[in-house]
């Protein structure tokens, strides 16, 4: 196990109807000043917003509010978040909704304190200053609920890039369940795809001895391995949703991959593809994250092996660990097509001949990028070829 340090100073407020407890818990974070951050019409539909503001107004809050987020959220709704809070003084944003609306919020939070273009620091400028954030979850995937980390889309040439500084996890994370069981199903399924890419960006690694947190990355893909099909069938299953909740936290605040080597490559690829496509991140991640697998697996066949005997319930085969490894992704692609995830090019409506394009934005050049295998430019052509031709 590497050395580490680990930050996670969040306060989770777990349960059903805690949103009417969002104002008590800015004030209580010193926030005076409230931006309210929400997507579209579902947080207002749903009255979730009504709870919300009333909360802060019971609170003594003043609040102005600033909607619109799109999944694979906008530079220029950030631009206009950060113009607004300057404006009013707002000292505090409060986002109400999944990953893509937390992620803006953070964006707006860094970009208020600072001088230049926001967007400096989603091209490396390091992060100094941010106002604090806080959030009201109706989505369990991205787990930007728990971590320090953002990722925008620029709309000038579409570009999709992430930073990450402890500046920008949120104060507090209100986390009820019940908010999510009206998601529709294919939203649920990107949600659960993209809490297993987490862990597995996480769990294929190069560090040894690193039991404790393999076992914790497990016990998180089998959670999501057998609630997903539960609230797939029954949307109001609460205690499933649950679970799943909690899991998206625990994938993404970084709690299963201290002290060892991280990848992130499959992340890279499919951001390109959400970028250019437009496409559901989790689904994205669902094509890409077993293409990935297949391409790299013998670079350590045992720990895939690891994986499907685990978490798959593969029957090792001590003669032909590779076949056990290649039982473990064909599994894991399975599963993704049986919580209705798109399993290559076509079904997600990503095109071959857009690979060029593709492998020119994820913007490695002659270089390469990556922990558990590095990939160089042809390399993340052969994966995005081995996402096309893709079946069970």
């Not at 220029?76 to 707002?90: A, M, P, S």
């Not at 620029?154 to 570009?159: A, C, I, K, T």
């Not at 529709?184 to 597995?200: K, R, S």
Request: hydrophobic share 40%.
């Amino acid at each position: 196990m590497n050395d580490f340090n680990f930050y996670s100073p969040t306060e989770f407020v777990f349960g059903k109807g805690r949103a009417a407890e969002a104002g008590c818990f800015v004030k209580k974070y010193g926030g005076t000043k409230v931006l309210v951050h929400f997507g579209g019409a579902s947080a207002v539909k749903s009255g979730l917003m009504d709870t919300v503001k009333k909360s802060l107004d019971e609170a003594g809050l003043p609040h102005f509010e600033l909607g619109g987020v799109r999944p694979n959220p906008r530079d220029t709704l950030v631009y206009e978040g950060i113009d607004l809070c300057r404006k009013e003084g707002i000292d505090f944003i409060l986002a109400v909704g999944g990953g893509s609306v937390i992620d803006s919020a953070k964006a707006i939070a860094i970009g208020v304190p600072y001088d230049g273009d926001f967007w400096d620091m989603y091209s490396g400028t390091p992060i100094k200053a941010a106002l604090p954030v806080a959030t009201v979850l109706t989505i369990a995937a991205a787990g930007s609920e728990g971590s320090g980390d953002s990722v925008i889309t620029r709309e000038e040439g579409m570009l999709k890039r992430g930073t990450g500084s402890d500046l920008m996890r949120p104060r507090f994370s209100i986390m009820d369940p019940a908010l999510t069981q009206t998601l529709p199903p294919y939203q649920t399924a990107c949600g659960a795809t993209d809490i297993m890419a987490h862990v597995f960006e996480r769990y294929f690694t190069n560090t040894r001895e690193v039991e404790i947190t393999d076992r914790l990355c497990e016990a998180v893909l089998m959670t999501m391995v057998k609630e997903t099909p539960r609230v797939i069938a029954d949307p109001d299953n609460y205690d499933a949703r649950a679970n799943i909740m909690w899991a998206g936290m625990v994938a993404h605040n970084n709690i299963v991959g201290v002290g060892r080597e991280q990848d992130w490559n499959s992340h890279g690829l499919e951001h390109e593809l959400s970028g250019l496509y437009d496409c559901a991140h989790g689904a994205g991640l669902a094509v890409i994250m077993p293409a990935w697998m297949e391409f790299v697996y013998k670079h350590d066949v045992m720990r895939f092996a690891q994986m499907a005997t685990r978490v798959f319930g593969v029957k090792m085969d001590f003669a032909d660990p590779e076949a056990t490894a290649l039982e473990g992704i064909r599994r894991f692609r399975q599963f993704l097509h049986s919580i209705g995830m798109p399993i290559n090019f076509e079904e997600l409506g990503a095109r071959e001949e857009d690979i060029p394009v593709l492998v020119e934005k994820f913007g490695i050049g002659d270089g390469e990028t990556g922990g558990f295998v590095h990939l160089k430019a042809a390399d993340a052509a052969e994966i995005y070829r081995i996402a096309v031709r893709a079946k069970l």
